[in-house]
């Protein structure tokens, strides 16, 4: 079992810059993959990006592949979502999620465990 909670969510304006975190407790947090995902209004949950568990591949949505990246940091038991040059569309709510395995997955239906989400909102 591993409990995730997300931080760092707000009121950005366009062009602006917002640092998500993602605090994990329980299980040895190096075991799991870890990755974001972000649900707007009226849309289903998508899938932004994804890290392996020692940091070392990355993935990315191409909505986000150069604005946003991930990384972690298993020593403080933490993944982040750095993201640059927001837009309107990144408006939502963003979740974490863990699962165990030695890659990097895109899928939600791959995680076991998430977190309970943090708002993020850009205004014009």
């Known amino acids: 079992q591993v409990q995730l909670v997300e931080s760092g969510g707000g009121l950005v304006q366009a062009g602006g810059s917002l640092r998500l975190s993602c605090a994990a407790s329980g299980r040895t947090f190096s075991s799991f993959a870890m990755g974001w995902f972000r649900q707007a209004p009226g849309k289903e949950r998508e899938f932004v990006a994804t890290?392996?568990?020692?940091?070392?591949?990355?993935y990315a949505a191409d909505s986000v592949k150069g604005r946003f990246t991930i990384s972690r940091d298993n020593a403080k038991n933490t993944v982040y979502l750095q993201m640059n040059s927001l837009k309107l569309e990144d408006t939502a709510v963003y979740y974490c999620?863990?699962?165990?395995?030695?890659?990097?997955?895109?899928?939600?239906?791959?995680?076991?465990?998430w977190g309970q989400g943090t708002q993020v909102t850009v205004s014009s």
């Open positions: 999620a863990a699962v165990t395995g030695s890659y990097y997955y895109m899928r939600e239906s791959d995680y076991n465990y």
């Open positions: 890290i392996t568990r020692n940091g070392g591949r990355t």
